[in-house]
């Protein structure tokens, strides 16, 4: 699976971001697939992760409320919608298909990733 993420750039505190996720490679969509970040300094953090059909989703609790993931498979692409984006939110924000159907959360569930999209808030 290749991935390709997109939809980054430079926000006010307060404002809204809309993340996608392009993936391509194989013809069928049986994989759970996540946002993860990292800020600079730090390490890389999980913040939401969506299973295969779309039904079941998980969230960090610092995003909870605030973010939104989704996916259309017939486009085969995953979104994250960012409201109400706060200074500690700025990161490049990487996406990620994993090897299991259901959700996971831990990075080394995951076997693909794109290479990054950077978010900065503004305060």
């Known amino acids: 699976v290749q991935l390709q993420a997109s939809g980054g750039g430079l926000v006010q505190a307060g404002g809204s971001l809309r993340l996608s996720c392009a993936a391509s490679?194989?013809?069928?969509?049986?994989?759970?697939m996540g946002w993860f970040r990292q800020a600079p300094g730090k390490e890389r953090d999980f913040v939401a992760v969506?299973?295969?059909?779309?039904?079941?989703?998980d969230y960090a609790d610092s995003v909870k409320g605030r973010f939104t993931i989704s996916r259309d498979n017939i486009k085969n692409t995953m979104y994250l919608q960012m409201n109400a984006l706060k200074s500690e939110d700025t990161a490049v924000y990487y996406c990620a298909a994993s090897r299991y159907i259901d959700i996971v959360v831990p990075p080394s569930f995951y076997s693909y990733w794109g290479q990054g999209t950077l978010v900065t808030v503004s305060s």
């Open positions: 969506i299973n295969w059909s779309g039904a079941t989703t």
């Open positions: 490679g194989r013809t069928d969509n049986n994989y759970a």
